[in-house]
């Protein structure tokens, strides 16, 4: 493994942990498999302040938000994100497309050069247009907070797309630091 992947994985493992909120998980005589095994719900992640977490994706969809009934296909993931209730909702769209009807150009501060972010001012949805054409969509959980969370991800994210003809596949990144946007 190349020097500098290994240091990304080490820093994304002191950076993401996960742990059973009971650690008292106990089985007959030792046993594997027996007594009350730790579930999804039982799990916190531990990130620092200010930075989301990949919790689901990428997933092959077919279909995207926002637009007409369509089969556009896509990746889709989801994030844990600081002091929001909900996971905010991100999918991949590799081709171009023509924006519903209310959705218009919106500033987002500390969104790269180039890209442009469109949203119907509901403060929950966002289109994302990247430079190379593609789009990024996002269901934000209710808040404020939007624009640090789609600068980091379009920032990231563009990383990640850009390497994945090197890599063999595309994926999300599994932190995106909002505090630095």
Not at 27 to 44: E, I, K, N, R
Not at 90 to 96: A, E, I, L, N, T
Not at 113 to 141: C, E, I, K, N, Q
Request: charged share 15%; with cysteine.
């Amino acid at each position: 493994m190349k020097p500098r992947v290994s240091a990304v994985l080490a820093t994304l493992a002191m950076l993401v942990s996960c742990r059973a909120l009971d650690d008292d998980v106990s089985t007959d005589a030792g046993g594997v498999g027996s007594g009350p095994q730790p579930t999804a719900d039982s799990l916190t992640i531990q990130a620092p302040p200010g930075t989301a977490v990949l919790m689901s994706g990428a997933e092959a969809v077919k279909g995207l938000p926002f637009l007409e009934r369509n089969s556009l296909p896509g990746l889709g993931a989801t994030y844990a994100v600081p002091g929001a209730d909900a996971l905010a909702e991100v999918w991949y769209g590799p081709d171009p497309v023509m924006l519903p009807d209310g959705f218009l150009r919106v500033p987002c501060p500390g969104l790269g050069a180039g890209w442009t972010a469109y949203s119907p001012g509901d403060g929950a949805s966002f289109v994302l247009r990247a430079p190379a054409g593609y789009y990024l969509y996002v269901r934000w959980p209710a808040g404020p907070g939007a624009c640090p969370f789609l600068a980091a991800l379009a920032e990231r994210f563009e990383w990640f797309r850009s390497r994945a003809a090197v890599s063999g596949g595309l994926s999300f990144p599994a932190t995106l630091d909002l505090a630095g946007q």
